[in-house]
């Protein structure tokens, strides 16, 4: 439609300063069928109720190409008919929840006929937040439409004659959509530290092998918290992830020393990981002196030091060969014996 806009307005261009004949015919063919005859067949389909095959239709016509009777007044009827039915597939897209669609359809209103829709789009993008709240997706869709910078931008660079008269209400209405987005990200901040507190003291205290780790939720708190740029929050999370670390930390289980440097890094705390190196290699020292060669690796690769872990594994597969070696000598004299005696 686009392009069809744009040869018409080239084609006037040419009629104006050489004299060109402008064909409308040229600019404005539909393909199957012109726009008159196609606003007449989308008309019938709305009349029989096939609302969404009449707006498909409407999507395809240019009404500054009518070209039978009043076509100033048909495009009026036309422009009418679209918002019309277009706003209520919108309506009911968005009542049954399919927020997309309902989006996709206040678009295409738009589109086809300038209409301000603008704060029917920002109603369905905060409706699709608060109805969808754990999803950040969603949720991150308001607060790019509703920050400072798109109600500026908004405020200041809307010259379309039909928005006019309500830039000034949408720029209030998109300021408390904000404040309401802001306030539902922070909000599910807030929740996955709260779900993280009862976890982890779920699982018990110090000693307690657990099966699972609340690493994940100060991990979502962050994200949250990021999508507001709320730092205090951010800190708290980071502080919580360095105290999960501290506790695990007493623990002398490899397992439980990785989900510790996995705290420690989820707040950036690089000292902490050290200790938790710095440990992990005390232990793979000792293991590896009572010929504890495996568990020995498991630290060494802990505490990064990988060609140990290597080392050291190859020390015990060797030692396990001549062993493996020497019992069957051992079993093979035994035999030797065995058979002398019998006479064998």
């Known amino acids: 439609m686009y392009k069809r806009l744009q040869m018409a307005f080239v084609a006037s261009v040419l009629l104006v300063t050489v004299g060109m004949p402008a064909d409308a015919d040229l600019f404005c063919d539909t393909g199957a ?8 067949q989308a008309s019938q389909a709305i009349a029989a109720g096939r ?34 039915v277009g706003s209520k597939l919108a309506k009911a897209a968005e009542s049954a929840g399919k927020f997309d669609d309902a989006l996709g359809f206040y678009f295409d209103i738009r589109n086809v006929t300038s209409a301000y829709t603008e ?4 109603r369905v993008v905060m409706a699709n937040a608060r109805a969808n709240k ?4 969603a949720v991150g869709r308001a607060l790019s439409r509703f920050n400072d910078e798109e109600i500026e931008r908004w405020s200041s660079g809307s010259h379309r004659d039909l928005a ?17 987005a802001r306030a539902i990200a922070t909000g599910q901040g807030d929740a ?5 507190e009862k976890a982890f003291q779920g699982r018990g205290g110090v000693g307690v092998v ?20 709320f730092s205090t929050g951010i800190a708290r999370a980071n502080e919580r992830a360095v105290a999960r670390g501290d506790q695990l930390l007493k623990e002398d289980a490899e397992s439980i020393l990785q989900v510790a440097l996995d705290y420690f890094t989820e707040a950036g705390a690089v000292a902490k990981e050290q200790q938790v190196r710095a440990k992990a290699k005390v232990l793979g020292d000792a293991a590896a002196a009572k010929d504890q060669y495996e568990r020995a690796a498991e630290y060494y690769e802990l505490a990064g030091m990988s060609e140990r872990a290597d080392a050291v594994m190859a020390a015990g597969e060797e030692k396990a060969e001549a062993a493996e ?6 079993f093979q004299s035994g035999m030797d014996d065995l058979e002398k005696e019998l006479g064998f």
């Open 164 to 180: 006019k008269p309500h830039v000034a209400k949408r720029a209030s209405e998109m300021r408390a959509y904000g404040v309401e």
């Open 134 to 137: 754990s999803n950040r997706n």
């Open 325 to 330: 070696s020497q019992r069957q000598e051992e």
């Open 33 to 40: 069928a012109d726009d008159d005859l196609l606003f007449d």
């Open 119 to 122: 704060s029917d789009e920002d």
């Open 210 to 229: 657990f099966g699972a780790y609340t690493q994940s939720n100060i991990e979502e708190a962050k994200a949250w918290y990021g999508m507001v740029g």
């Open 192 to 196: 996955a530290m709260a779900a993280e």
């Open 51 to 84: 609302d969404a095959e009449g707006f498909a239709m409407f999507k395809k016509i240019t009404s500054a190409c009518f070209d039978s009777g009043d076509a100033k007044a048909k495009a009026l009827r036309f422009d009418a008919a679209t918002v019309a």
